[in-house]
């Protein structure tokens, strides 16, 4: 059993942000069910009283006094098939993520994209009168507007990228989003309207981080602002200033010139990906994409 908790940890501590994200969730819905069912062989049901103080109401009174819900409800899931559709698009549509873009991005979005999902589901079921019976007592869970962020991310940047489908075949990437967001606009009427929500939202941040990221705009800065103040000491942000210093460009020409190459020299490998996948790169292309996301 210690053999297993060390591997365990091991795999956390060297693991990328991916596989962090993957193991929070499921250590978050292990100690969740793992505790409700110790208390119902008491004969207590807390499981419901527990989840309101992490899932994310729609009613802004009880939000007001549980702000922190906006951050723990993306992490959270009470059912077995709930997390694992999730981690499983989470993991698939993550390693694509990666291939283009870095770690810290891909933890900006998956956060943000949460709290766009929050936002919009509040945002609905407060102004539209088809929730206002059922506003005092709605609740959102789940990392699913976080993922569908994920996905938008990368349908934005990479549009043309092909995935193999089993029974369907090969389909751009493009359009399997565009059939998730009409499937979740189609399905607000039914029974989990707020959850359907919730996923436009995501996918709304998603596509809108690649759209300001080619204005040179970053949506997920306000992650990277709470990750700096944590982890940075004031040697490391006096290194960091000293670099952007001596890299910067002599001029706008020279600036503009090197933006223009290198777009490019991305968008020729970026075709090439989605036209014979990512395993057709040679050692060179794959090392020019690592270096240009970085």
Same mark, same amino acid.
């Given at each position: 059993?210690?053999?297993?908790?060390?591997?365990?940890?091991?795999?956390?501590?060297?693991?990328?942000?991916?596989?962090?994200?993957?193991?929070?969730?499921?250590?978050?819905?292990?100690?969740?069910?793992?505790?409700?069912?110790?208390?119902?062989?008491?004969?207590?049901?807390?499981?419901?009283?527990?989840?309101?103080?992490?899932?994310?109401?729609?009613?802004?009174?009880?939000?007001?006094?549980?702000?922190?819900?906006?951050?723990?409800?993306?992490?959270?899931?009470?059912?077995?098939?709930?997390?694992?559709?999730?981690?499983?698009?989470?993991?698939?549509?993550?390693?694509?993520?990666?291939?283009?873009?870095?770690?810290?991005?891909?933890?900006?979005?998956?956060? #943000?994209?949460?709290?766009?999902?929050?936002?919009?589901?509040?945002?609905?079921?407060?102004?539209?009168?088809?929730?206002?019976?059922?506003?005092? #007592?709605?609740?959102?869970?789940?990392?699913?507007?976080?993922?569908?962020?994920?996905?938008?991310?990368?349908?934005?940047?990479?549009?043309?990228?092909?995935?193999?489908? #089993?029974?369907?075949?090969?389909?751009?990437?493009?359009?399997?989003?565009?059939?998730?967001?009409?499937?979740?606009?189609?399905?607000?009427?039914?029974?989990?309207?707020?959850?359907?929500?919730?996923?436009?939202?995501?996918?709304?941040?998603?596509?809108?981080?690649?759209?300001?990221?080619?204005?040179?705009?970053?949506?997920?800065?306000?992650?990277?602002?709470?990750?700096?103040?944590?982890?940075?000491?004031?040697?490391?942000?006096?290194?960091?200033? #000293?670099?952007?210093?001596?890299?910067?460009?002599?001029?706008?020409?020279?600036?503009?010139?090197?933006?223009?190459?290198?777009?490019?020299?991305?968008?020729?490998?970026?075709?090439?990906?989605?036209?014979?996948?990512?395993?057709?790169?040679?050692?060179?292309?794959?090392?020019?994409?690592?270096?240009?996301?970085?």
């Amino acid at each position: 059993m210690n053999s297993i908790l060390t591997e365990i940890k091991q795999s956390f501590r060297h693991g990328g942000m991916l596989v962090k994200l993957i193991y929070i969730n499921l250590g978050i819905f292990l100690a969740f069910n793992i505790f409700r069912a110790i208390m119902a062989l008491g004969g207590i049901e807390i499981g419901f009283i527990l989840s309101q103080y992490i899932a994310v109401p729609a009613h802004l009174p009880t939000l007001a006094s549980r702000p922190w819900t906006l951050l723990t409800y993306m992490f959270f899931h009470e059912g077995f098939l709930h997390i694992l559709f999730n981690l499983l698009w989470l993991y698939w549509m993550g390693k694509i993520f990666l291939s283009f873009m870095t770690e810290r991005q891909l933890l900006g979005v998956y956060i #943000m994209g949460g709290v766009s999902g929050a936002l919009l589901y509040i945002l609905f079921y407060n102004i539209f009168p088809a929730f206002a019976n059922v506003l005092p #007592m709605s609740f959102a869970l789940g990392a699913s507007a976080s993922v569908l962020a994920v996905v938008f991310a990368v349908a934005a940047y990479a549009p043309n990228y092909t995935l193999n489908l #089993m029974f369907i075949g090969p389909v751009r990437l493009k359009y399997l989003a565009l059939f998730m967001v009409v499937l979740d606009i189609l399905s607000i009427a039914g029974s989990n309207a707020g959850g359907h929500i919730a996923h436009l939202g995501g996918a709304l941040f998603g596509y809108l981080f690649i759209y300001f990221q080619k204005q040179n705009v970053n949506l997920a800065q306000p992650v990277n602002f709470f990750i700096e103040a944590f982890t940075s000491t004031p040697s490391t942000k006096r290194r960091k200033k #000293m670099k952007v210093e001596y890299s910067k460009p002599t001029n706008d020409y020279e600036y503009n010139k090197l933006k223009a190459e290198q777009q490019k020299e991305i968008d020729r490998i970026l075709d090439k990906i989605s036209k014979g996948g990512y395993s057709t790169l040679s050692e060179e292309e794959k090392q020019t994409l690592f270096k240009m996301k970085n």
